[in-house]
Each structure stands twice: as structure tokens, then as C-alpha cells.
């Protein structure tokens, strides 16, 4: 194996908080892993300093001589006046038949940058990330490195990427809370646990299954442990304090017990409760409700009566409007025609993507919870203080106490999560509530929502998360189409790949019968104007289109497949231009031929 990397005894705190202490880790050439870890862990700062923006306490990190690291974090930093097109080209690395920025350009089209030129401050969350992510891969590093990729992309850019992924020989480290992604992509995860890294060879089910098996096996030797401490600890107070002949060893050894047995395996879990408010019978009427942008239709005479305990989950590509609709859902936004009819027992709890900016970075996170409410009501008889309520997401008493700007991103979001859900909503509607959760935080989430007694609409990229929650899902096509499709996420992807399979049938044989019936054509009735070399011209002009549709086919299922290297992507976009102008040519002088034959 060819060695890429090699991390010796790596130790990094902050303060008296010990992220990770004597750490030692190899990464291969092939290696595609995967870092998992509660938040506030440390899986950024690991790839921080991996990547050289981040220093540490001590231990060693060490390169293969002239390896190139090509590194996406979180929050891509960039210059807001440069162009997406200059953003993400890379400097020349080698002559050939392309540009880098010609290779920059058809990147940036199969990620759905239509306008290039465009400032990158001008651009959206996600169009943000897919041009970050174009500059990072066509830097052609040795080892990538990513931090949540899947943030901010729509379902389709996240399948491209996994299968991009998945199937190029690319040596990967990447922190990610999208379970099918892990498990499509990765084939060996590494965990920070209670400050030490743990290695398991093999997807993210095969690192389930691993993990259970070390902590029933640690939980055995804890066992085991106290068992012994209790003998030598009675062997202890048995013996005179005065004598001096105690086996010096056997002293040392209980100390070595006492500390071992004090390790703590329980993990600390998210406690969300299951409190709502009671919700009536009626919830929610929609009435030919209709709303544009200017020519983007969000709605078009939608119609729709929502059921009690419904559990929906929202789906569509980045810009069809899914934000505007729960605006309009809450009153935020006015349709441009009809209405909503909202039961008088609908309160509702909105979890959105900006509501992480309404903190007070200068407040403490306690404060901030007073803020809201000194006491949470669970149930009839349940009341818990702000503290005891925080402490029912992971805030301990020293978290508690700690400013909002020193939260880590997941942190903060289970702050909010925290305030969303204190208010005790019967109608929960969730706009991308995954980013930023570390699994552990995710699994909780999912049983709690399972659970509610109210309603739910989710806006998620999480394919995992849409399955575990909702019973159906409405589809935004765009242009105002709004599909209510009866299944989960991943029941309607296996139906729309069967569509567009048989779609795809129905056009090849469209195409053969065309082309059977023109070589069928009877001639013999017609006196032939053209000369035998015009007829032979004919023929091998129709021959050749034929050729050319079929390589053009070919060449537009492996673009859409996610399997080309970024060359390959870069000359096949090349090949189409030339086939398309070929295929005109030829089309152009068939046409000429047979209005010659037939005048």
C-alpha cells in the first residue's frame, strides 16, 4: 500500500478540553473514509489540521513528498465580486487539447451553473458549495478531504457526487451525517470517540455492527474490572496500616484498577420527549392557491386538505420554491390567489434555515433559553427549569454557561432545535434539519419525530431521514407542479428510474420504426432523378446519422451517470459538440437529396 499519510500521536485541545490526545492513524492510497463523531467532538479541527489550516498540541503529521490535499470545508471561503467560471478553475497543471477553463466551464454546466460569469456573492447556499466543489475536483488532488459535501445540494447533485465518489479511484477522508452516502462511498470509517480514534475496515452497516461489539465487549471488562477492585479493595483495608511488608505491586495495581474503573461507557443521549399540544380535526385547507415570482411558479392552483398526524416529506431541486411554500403555509408569504384554511388548534413549530441568525451571539446559551420560557411544560404533571430542559440535549451546566458564539455549528443547532421545541407545537415543519447534526443527534431526531403526536413537513436533502419519517411526499417539479406521491423517498426514486427506463424504450423503438419505415419506402414507382453516385451519397448519409444518434445516446448516459473523470467529462462534452454539428450536416444534405428525388 502506498502510504499517503501517517498521524502519530496527534493531540489537540482547547483550554482544559481535550479534543483527541495520542492519536495515531495511517491513510492509504485507495482508502475512501469516512470520520464520524458526536458534535463538538473535533471532526472539523481533524480535517483542519490535516489540511494545514489548523495547529495542534503535539504529536506528528506527515506527507508523502508533493501530495496535493484539495480540501472543501463547510463554509467555502471566496471572493465575492470573482466569477463562478474564474472561482473554480484551476492553474494549469499540464498541456493538452483543453483550457482549464474550458474543463472549469463543462464542470460547472453538469452542476447546473447555467450563467458562469456570475458573482459568487451573488449566487445561493448551494450554488455556492456545487462551485466550490467543481474547484476542488478538477484540482485533481492525490487526497480529498470534505467536510459535510452534501449540505446545501439537492437530492440529484448528491447522487452525481456519490456515484462520482464511489466509483473513481480517489483516495478520500470526509465528515458527513448522510448514512447512504457513507455507506455508498466509504470503505473504512473512523470515529472519534471519548478522545481516541477507533478504525473499522468497511462500510458504515459494517462499522455499526463493529461498534456494538466494542462496547458490549469494553462494557465486559469494565465489569470485570470492578469485580477485582472489590477484592483487592477489601484485601486493602484488611491490612495493617503500620505494616510495611505490603506487596508494593499489588498497591501500584489497585491504583490501576481505581482509574480504570471510573472510565464512563454510558453515552450521553439527545431526550426529546414526546410533548405536544393537542391538534383538532381540522388542520390545514388549501383552496386553487397560486403563487409567482415574476415568471417562477411556485404554485399552481394547488388544492389540498391536510390529515391529522400527516407526516410529509418535500422534495425537489434547489429554486423550485420549497421555502416559499411553507412562507405561504405560515402566513409569512401572500398567495397571489386563493387561501389557506388553518384549524384553530394548529400551533405551529418552524425549525428553518435562517432562524440560526435570531440568536444573540453575545448572550449566554441559558440566558437565551429564559429568554422564551423559565419553565418547559412536558406533560400534566411534568414541568422542567430552562436548565433541566437543555440538559435534555446534551447541555451540561458548563455548556450552559458558555456564550452562543463560542457554540460549535451543531451545537447551535441543537440550541435551536431546543427552542423550537420547547413551545410544545402540534404542527412541526422542518427545513433541512439534518445539516450539521452529527448521526447520534440525527437517530434521536428520527424516533422522536416517528413518534409525535401532531403533524410534520420536512424539507430534506437527507434521503435516510425522508424514509425513516414520512408516509408521503410532495414532489416539487417546478412551474408550479406539485406531485403528492404515496411512499418514502426511496420507493419513489426506484419508481422514477423505472419511468424513464421505459421512457427510454418507447424512444429507441420510436426511432427504429422510423428508420424501417424510411428504408421501406417503396421507390419504384417514382422515376429516380437522382444518379447512382447521388443514391449511394443517400444511402451512407442515412447510415451515418444513424451511427451518430446512437454514440450520441451512448455519450449522454455516461455524462448523466456520475462514472466519468473530469477529462473524460471535459471530451465527451467535445465529442457531443462534434456529433451535433456532424449529425446537422448530414440531416441538411438528406434533405437537399430527397427534394431532388421527389421534384
Known amino acids: 500500500m502506498v502510504s499517503y499519510l501517517q498521524i502519530e500521536k496527534l493531540t489537540k485541545s482547547f483550554g482544559d478540553r481535550v479534543l483527541f490526545a495520542d492519536v495515531t492513524l495511517g491513510i492509504y492510497q485507495g482508502d475512501k473514509i469516512g470520520l464520524i463523531a458526536a458534535n463538538g467532538a473535533g471532526k472539523t479541527t481533524f480535517l483542519n489540521i490535516i489540511a494545514g489550516s489548523e495547529d495542534y498540541d503535539s504529536g506528528n503529521v506527515v506527507f508523502r513528498n508533493d501530495l496535493r490535499i484539495g480540501y472543501l470545508p463547510q463554509l467555502p471561503p471566496f471572493d465575492p465580486e470573482q466569477s463562478a467560471l474564474d ?78 465518489l464511489s466509483r473513481q479511484k480517489i483516495t478520500l477522508l470526509m465528515v458527513t451525517h448522510d448514512r447512504y452516502f457513507l455507506d455508498k462511498v466509504c470503505n473504512k470509517i473512523i470515529e472519534i470517540d471519548r478522545g481516541e480514534i ?28 470492578k469485580n ?37 461507557l454510558s453515552s450521553r443521549e ?7 399540544a393537542y391538534i383538532g380535526s381540522k388542520i390545514f385547507e388549501a383552496h386553487n392557491v397560486s403563487k409567482a415570482f415574476g415568471e417562477t411558479k411556485i404554485l399552481d392552483n394547488w388544492n389540498y386538505t391536510f390529515a391529522r398526524y400527516e407526516k410529509v416529506g418535500i422534495v425537489g431541486d434547489n429554486g423550485v420554491g420549497k421555502s416559499s411554500f411553507i412562507k405561504l403555509l405560515l402566513g409569512e408569504l401572500e398567495p397571489d390567489s386563493g387561501n389557506f384554511e388553518i384549524g384553530q388548534t394548529v400551533r405551529w413549530g418552524y425549525y428553518s434555515q435562517e432562524g440560526m441568525t435570531g440568536f444573540d451571539e453575545k448572550k449566554k446559551v441559558i440566558d437565551a433559553v429564559r429568554e422564551i ?42 440550541l435551536y432545535l431546543a427552542t423550537v421545541l420547547m413551545r410544545n407545537p402540534n404542527f412541526l415543519i422542518l427545513d433541512e434539519p439534518t445539516n450539521d447534526l452529527d448521526i447520534l443527534t440525527l437517530s434521536v431526531l428520527e424516533d422522536y419525530l416517528a413518534g409525535f403526536k401532531g403533524c410534520v413537513i420536512v424539507v430534506s436533502h437527507d434521503r435516510f431521514f425522508l424514509d425513516r419519517i414520512a408516509d408521503h411526499l410532495f414532489i416539487f417539479k417546478g412551474n408550479g407542479v406539485v406531485k403528492d406521491f404515496p411512499g418514502d ?51 451512407q448519409l442515412t447510415e451515418k446519422v444513424e451511427k451518430l444518434e446512437s454514440e450520441k445516446s451512448s455519450l449522454e448516459a455516461k455524462m448523466s451517470s456520475g462514472t466519468m473523470t473530469v477529462d473524460q467529462i471535459t471530451n465527451a462534452g467535445t465529442r457531443m459538440g462534434e456529433i451535433i454539428n456532424e449529425i446537422d450536416e448530414a440531416e441538411f444534405r438528406i434533405l437537399e437529396l430527397m427534394e431532388k428525388e421527389e421534384s
Request: proline fraction near 3%.
Open 87 to 164: 472561482y473554480a478553475t484551476p492553474a494549469p497543471q499540464r498541456q493538452d487539447d483543453f483550457t482549464c477553463a474550458d474543463r472549469a466551464r463543462q464542470l460547472l454546466s453538469q452542476f447546473r451553473i447555467s450563467d458562469v460569469n456570475q458573482k459568487m456573492g451573488t449566487l445561493s447556499g448551494g450554488q455556492v458549495k456545487r462551485v466550490a466543489l467543481a474547484k476542488v475536483l478538477l484540482s485533481e488532488p492525490d487526497l480529498l478531504i470534505l467536510d459535510e459535501p452534501t449540505n446545501h445540494l439537492d437530492i440529484d447533485m448528491i447522487e452525481w457526487l456519490e456515484n462520482y
Open 198 to 225: 477507533f478504525s473499522y475496515q468497511g462500510n458504515y452497516d459494517y462499522y455499526l455492527e463493529k461498534r456494538q461489539e466494542r462496547y458490549d465487549s469494553m462494557n465486559a471488562e469494565l465489569a470485570k474490572v
Open 228 to 264: 477485582l477492585l472489590r477484592t483487592e479493595l477489601d484485601w486493602m483495608r484488611r491490612q495493617p496500616q503500620a505494616r510495611g511488608s505490603k506487596a508494593k505491586y499489588r498497591i501500584d495495581n489497585f491504583h490501576q484498577l481505581e482509574a480504570r474503573s471510573k472510565i464512563n
Open 270 to 276: 439527545l431526550d426529546l420527549g414526546q410533548a405536544s
Open 373 to 414: 420560557a423559565e419553565e418547559v411544560r412536558i406533560d400534566e404533571k411534568t414541568r422542567l427549569s430552562a436548565s433541566q430542559f437543555l440538559s435534555r440535549f446534551l447541555f451540561t451546566p458548563d455548556t450552559q454557561q458558555k456564550y452562543i458564539y463560542k457554540l460549535s455549528g451543531g451545537e447551535r443547532r441543537r
Open 489 to 539: 423517498y426511496s420507493t419513489y426514486r426506484h419508481c422514477l428510474q423505472e419511468e424513464l427506463k421505459e421512457q427510454k424504450m418507447l424512444e429507441e423503438a420510436k426511432n427504429d420504426n422510423s428508420i424501417k419505415n424510411s428504408q421501406q419506402k417503396p421507390r419504384q414507382e417514382r422515376k429516380p432523378k437522382l444518379s447512382y453516385k447521388e443514391k449511394k451519397e443517400l444511402e
